[in-house]
């Protein structure tokens, strides 16, 4: 990468930055607005400030085609706006070239958001969601020790992770009698909570001592309860949005393996891995917008400015109800989540060639 490259990814990691900023201190003061509406006792105007930047970088993700795109044509606007574009034509600079100088960052950015995806926004989205559920319940006793734990007399329950972030695994139940002997014990690898309080447990080993002899059982299923519901315990309806990809494929594969609905999940999946593709194709969509040739008037910049960002922005809207729509007519969740990169690209195609 040469000088020249480096200078046109400086202006576009810029503007790119300076979109992201606006944008972002633009919803998250809604997000604080409609989160001070759910102030309670156990839940102040702290908990709510850590939830909007626990939050920030999956609100962020949403929005990235978007930032972007904008952040794209503002960059190139202000360069064609200084006449460097065409200062840059006029040195022998071929439009392959400067089509690749644009390109690079792009793809950086998409290798970013992958990153961001699965090691930043989604667990600290997760993170948010379960400190808000267990501020706004007053209920933060159940994380103290290794797990989730409940006592009822002398049985006690304990859930020692969350896989993926929802299915409750590594159960283990026991049963004491009144002199603390070990009556019984039970271990499941998963479980299926329900609304009736009553656990649906898999995969289940259970060791009950009769007679002074400890007998082993294996079980595929074994319902048992009641323990919590999905309202009562406030980790575990954590929203499959904010997941991790590979917790999301996880996540998909247990859906299908027991039988549960797993086209959402598997919609979000294939979304997650096309949204970072998207936003690339939105960089090379706004190139042509903001790179036209022609010498600009300042007035003429913010027009076309406007112009570009408008259509830019509807083209994504576009997108976004395409893809809702598609799903409700049962195409392949793949081919519903990269139909807006091939949209973006083949209308970016269009442009570069009407540029030549």
Known sequence: M?????????????????????????????????????????????????????????????????????????????????SEIIAMRAAGMPLTYFFRAVAVPALLLVLLLYGVSEYVSAPLYQKAETEKSLARTGRTNLLRGKGLWSVNNLHFFNVRTLRHGKIPSDIYLFQFAPDGRLLNFIYAETAEPSKDREWELRDVTQKTLEDSTLKTTFRKELATGPFWSPEELPVLPLPITGMTLTGLYGYVEYLHATNQ???????????????????????????????????????????????????????????QIINTGSSLVGIPPAIVAFTPTILVLAATGWLFSRMR
């Open 2 to 82: 040469n000088r020249l490259d480096r200078y046109i990814a400086w202006q576009l990691v810029k503007d790119w930055t300076l979109v992201w900023i606006v944008m972002s201190a633009i919803f998250s003061l809604l997000a604080i607005v409609d989160e001070l509406e759910r102030i309670q006792n156990h839940y102040q105007t702290a908990d709510v400030v850590q939830y909007i930047l626990y939050t920030l970088p999956q609100r962020s993700m949403d929005l990235v085609p978007v930032i972007v795109l904008l952040g794209t044509i503002l960059a190139l606007a202000r360069l064609n706006k200084n």
């Open 261 to 319: 609905n797993w086209q959402r999940a598997e919609q979000l999946f294939w979304q997650k891995i096309a949204l970072p593709l998207t936003a690339g194709a939105m960089v090379l969509l706004a190139t042509p917008i903001g790179a036209s040739l022609r010498s600009q008037r300042s007035t003429a910049f913010g027009s076309n400015l406007a112009i570009g960002a408008g259509l830019g922005i509807g083209f994504y809207l576009l997108i």
